[in-house]
Each structure stands twice: as structure tokens, then as C-alpha cells.
């Protein structure tokens, strides 16, 4: 087993650090379950800097790096983050963004996947924006320069549902679905069914580190617009624009009917949901609903995430999992790896 | 797109005519979707005989035949079934397994994997027993003659279950699992929350064609140990045995029991289940179980089942739909062929 890939990290933030981290600690026992080993050989960040070393970045080092530091002690390091030289240059075979989200634009992750992948490297990213805003464009320039762009840790962090709906379900008639895509949002219903107000449960939520500060991106479903958004487009190849997808939070819900609903054997919760039309558009909306206990999705509680695929020949089909997470969605990005080494390997043959 | 492959039925009862069905049927679409075509050149049944055509069996007339009819009067048919030498003739590309499971032996399924499988052929079956009984012989055997053995349908029908431990969760460490994977036994038991008793759902679930005429298999545990003893061998290549898995059925769980659970938020469940010990080994257990509301599987209704992966990377990952049906047993065979034709495609290139 002697495949390798170079990785420059975009970002270096908890995801990134935490990927690096799995890296350093478990590589051997990584490379024995993968069969192949990852050498990060780049890394760029804001606030660091970048390091840049073709025998592998001092990870130790890395590492330590913390809060004023910079990486311009580091073998190959410089204080200044130079993202588009980086991506573009030969250092690395599989760049691995981990910015942050712009949900307007998708912005600066979307220019970091273009640029990998018009240099002719694969690129995997937890970052809604790229895909949300140009799935298609993104697939069509991977195809152009024969490489992958992946991004499962986008919708539910390690939690498999693009490649569950591409790989095992292939050929089921996927003609729908409905999901609980927002770790925060659903832990204050679930929370608030134990009797918090609002306000209360955001606040513990915030205290628990599933929260931002500003959590008007989870409460007010912008975050599981920008997933239904993506997940739509990556499932069926289509241009949904976040945009067009009608959207309500929960803030409007309020204790009463949490009370009211649970006395009726119902749970409120934040649905985003997709399916297609007749001509093959496709409809989607995002809004708090009632659902009955026996509904695949009514159970699913606190941080956990969950998706049900409506099928032609099974029916609903769900996958719940933990849907956040610097863990879970560091192994969403080897997952990737592990998709684009597959690609690579199918089409050497 | 010229890529097809010659199918031999092994069994012409409810799930392979529902396969042949949508192949007659839906071939053309099916065509598109999954990049090739399928032909069914031979199919064999104890009680319709055997026939046998390379350019394909007659499906309407083979689809047409009922009680006391036999495949004699069809081009390439003859009164008796002679699984063996159809299996190792050269009349088919892949072959399909569906006939029945016996439980002590996982005759006559395993010996039809084996000779297809000596004979070069890729064999994917819904039949529990060959890979309960033989999981690493067969896949010795299918490694050695570069043909795949696949049997996805063996454990939730149409739900990937395999499939995606093997794919989407490579690499996240499944230390074990448990499942609703029976839908019998978890439909009597949903029932029993609303009132009937055992007996009462029992007969209940066989008027809905869900039980079989002796449900004992389904109620007493021994359908569900199969199951288990199965995944837990495809997931670790392990070499579990079926009685060496304790084994509980429903049988004892009273009208009592599920009242009393119900009014303190639980709920019974059959729950099969299988982890790893320190030293590899595996443990494994069947037995009814009282899980808290939170629990993954405690919302699990009805003829539904599921399976929760207890994961390093990812804490619990669990994924529930049909766990039986006509169409959706067919559908794990499609997809199992669809597996056969991604391993080919692989291997050619």
C-alpha cells in the first residue's frame, strides 16, 4: 500500500484543526483501514498564516498554534494566508475547505472549490455555501478536469445522506424529501417540550456549544434552507436557488402550542423539505410543522439530524445521526477522501 | 449504452415474478436509469419446472403461469427444475436466489451461491441462509473467482443496510449495532400498545399478509438470529454462528408488560444486536428490551425496521425503512445487481 495524497487545509478553524489532529494521532491505524495515507502538506488560515512543506507540515506545531500566533515559525511558514496561490500551486492533490459560509454568496469558500478544481485537484468541503449556490457549475468543472468535488459535511456533518442517496438507494426513484437539518433549532423544540421557554433553551444551547451567539441562522432556518438547497441540487443535478425557497423559523412558536401539540401526541418540528413536480421543477419550502408520533421524523430529539427519502420502490427510507460536531464532520471530509480516492482508482484502471 | 446482463432466477415465488415483473414491465426505464439492460434467460421453480432461452424467456407467459401450471409449454421449458446444471451452464451472466431458507442449514440457498459461485458466475440472493451460515466461505469463494456474492435483501429487504456500513460508513469505525428486524414481531407489538392482545395481533398481522401461517419464526426470534448472526459476519468478516446467539422471542411479553412500559414513556421492542469484544470476538444477543422515548429505536412502528450503528467516529448512525415486501425485496436485488455491475466495471478498466 503505497498511495498517498497531499492535502492543503483551507481554514483552520475546529473542523480543519480536528482532521489534522485525527491525522497526526491515528494515521497509521487511518492508512491500515483506508489503504492509503494522507500527508498534510499545506495550510492556510486567516488568522495563522500559511505553512507550506512538500515533505509534510510539522503538525505538532500546527497544532499548538494558538490564539496571537502564527505559523511563521513553522518550516515553510509565513504570516501572511495566501489561499489562491495555495490551491493553485502543485503542493497538494486534494484540498479540503473548511471556511466559513457566506450565506449570501457562498463566498470565499465557492472561489476556493473553483480554483482547486480548475487546477486540476479534487476538493472536499463542509461548507454549505459552494454547493448550495453552484452544484452544478461545481460538477460540471470536476467533470471537465477529471476530478471530484465532494461535500458531504455540508448537510449533516458525518452523517451520510448525499452519498447514501447516490450510492446504496441508486436506482429507488428518490422523488422527495424531509428533513430535520438544524442541530440547534431542534434541540430548543426538544427542549422546550420539557417546559423551557424559548429564550431559556437558546441560551443552554448556547452554554452546550451547539448555539452561536447570533443564532439567527439556525432559529430562523437560513442554515437548513442553504442544506435543502444543496441536498436538492446534488440529488437531482437541478438549479434551485436558496433564494426561492419559501422559508419560516421557529421563533413564532411558542410554548402554548409546544404544550398543546404534545397533548395531542404531536411534536413540532423545523422541516426543510424538497420534492419534485410534475415537469421535473423542483418544489421546496422550509417551516416549522406538527407531525404525528408515528411519522418517521417525530422522534428524532435534541442535536441529533435526520433525513426521510420519499421512493418509488421502498417508500421512506430514513438516516438520523448526529448532523454537527468537529469530529463527526472531520471524518465527513476522509469520507470524502475516501470517495475521491475511489474515483481515482476507478478511473486508473 | 450496450451493457447487459443475462439473469437465471432461482425461485419463481413472490419476489423474483416481482422482479421479472418489473424487468417485463419497466425494463426500458430501468435501462436508463441504471446504465444497462437485463434479460432473464433462464428461470427455475419446484413447482413450475424449468426454461431456458438465450434470447430470453418469455415473460408473459412465464409471468402468466399459476397453480398447476408449468413452464413445459414456454419456448425452452421443460416440467422439472434442475437448479444445478442451469446454475453452472454458461445460460446466465448473474445468478438470483430467492427460493426459501431453511434455518438449520441455509439449504438449499448456500449449495445454489456455491455452484454459481464455482462456476464463475456473481450470485446475489434475499435468502438468509448462505450468508448466515457460510458469510466468509462465500466470500472466499466469490474473491478467488473475481465474481461478487451479494445479499442486501437478506436483511431489511430494500433498506441498505450492508451497503452503506460497507460504502457511505467506511472508515467510521462500527463497533457494533442494534435493529428492529423483524416486522412481524414489531408490528404485534405496536399493536399490543393499542390494546390487543398477542393473540389478537397475530392473527391480525397474517390477515395483513405481514405473518406467516407459523409465525413462530417471527415471534419466537429465530428469523431475527439469522439476521444478526448475518450482518454481524458481512460487517466484520467474522465467523459468528447462528446458535451460538441467545436467542428471546415475544412470546413471554404480556398485555401487562406493555401497558405498564407504556405509562412510564418506554416501549418494547425486539431487539437483535451484535458488538465487538476487546479480543475481536463478537457478542451477540435477541431478546425483547424496553427502550426509553429517546432511544433511535424506540419510534419504530409497525411493519417498519431498523438498525442503529454504534460508530467511533459518529456515535449512532440509524437507518429504518421497509424491512419486507414484495417490491422492495426485488429492489435489493436490482441494487445488488447494481453493486455486481459496478464491480465489473471496476475490474475491466
Known amino acids: 500500500m503505497d498511495r498517498n495524497y497531499n492535502l492543503a487545509l ?11 489532529d485525527i491525522i497526526h494521532r491515528d494515521g497509521a491505524a487511518l492508512e491500515k483501514e483506508l489503504g492509503f495515507s494522507l500527508t498534510i502538506t499545506a495550510i492556510t488560515d486567516l488568522r495563522y498564516g500559511s505553512v507550506v512543506n512538500p515533505r509534510g507540515v510539522d503538525l505538532d506545531r500546527a497544532l499548538a498554534c ?13 504570516e501572511t494566508c495566501n489561499n489562491q496561490d495555495v490551491i493553485c500551486s502543485d503542493i497538494a492533490d486534494i484540498i479540503v475547505e473548511a471556511t ?15 480554483w482547486g478544481l480548475e487546477s486540476g485537484k479534487s476538493v472536499c468541503t463542509t461548507n454549505k455555501g459552494p454547493a448550495a449556490f453552484a452544484a452544478h457549475e461545481l460538477a460540471e ?23 447514501l442517496a447516490h450510492g446504496p438507494l441508486k436506482g429507488v426513484g428518490i422523488q422527495g424529501f424531509s428533513g430535520i437539518l438544524n442541530g440547534t433549532s431542534n434541540y430548543v423544540l426538544t ?15 448556547q452554554e452546550l456549544g451547539y448555539a452561536e451567539a447570533d443564532p439567527t441562522a439556525d432559529i430562523g ?7 435543502v438547497t444543496l441536498l ?16 419560516h423559523g421557529i421563533t413564532a412558536i411558542t410554548e402554548e402550542e409546544i404544550k398543546e401539540a404534545e397533548a395531542n401526541g404531536t411534536h413540532w418540528k423545523l422541516i426543510g423539505q424538497a420534492h419534485r413536480g410534475d415537469q421535473g421543477q423542483v418544489i421546496a419550502s422550509v417551516g416549522p410543522q406538527r ?3 408515528r411519522h418517521p421524523l417525530s422522534g428524532i430529539s435534541g442535536a441529533t439530524n435526520a433525513v426521510m427519502f420519499d421512493t418509488l420502490y421502498l417508500g421512506p427510507v430514513t438516516i438520523s445521526g448526529p448532523g454537527a460536531g468537529r469530529e463527526e464532520t472531520a471524518y465527513a471530509l476522509i469520507s470524502d477522501i475516501v470517495a475521491i480516492d475511489h474515483f481515482y482508482q476507478t478511473q486508473e484502471r
Not at 10 to 20: E, M
Not at 66 to 78: H, I, K, P, R, W
Open 232 to 247: 436538492a441540487n446534488e440529488l437531482w443535478g437541478t438549479q434551485l436557488r436558496a433564494q426561492d425557497v419559501p422559508t
Open 221 to 227: 432556518g437560513s442554515d437548513v434552507r442553504l442544506k
Open 141 to 163: 468543472l470536476a467533470n471537465k478536469n477529471a476530478v471530484r468535488f465532494e461535500c458531504e459535511g455540508a448537510v449533516m456533518s458525518g452523517t451520510p445522506v448525499i452519498r
Open 291 to 293: 407531525l404525528e408520533t
Open 191 to 205: 427542549r422546550m417540550e420539557s417546559g423551557l421557554t424559548q429564550q431559556e433553551a437558546i441560551v443552554e444551547a
Open 66 to 78: 494558538g490564539e496571537g500566533d502564527t505559523f511563521a515559525n513553522l518550516d515553510g511558514g509565513q
Open 10 to 20: 483551507i481554514g483552520f478553524g475546529n473542523v480543519n484543526r480536528t482532521l489534522a
Open 100 to 114: 466559513f459560509t457566506n450565506p449570501d454568496d457562498g463566498e470565499p469558500g465557492l472561489s476556493h472549490v473553483r
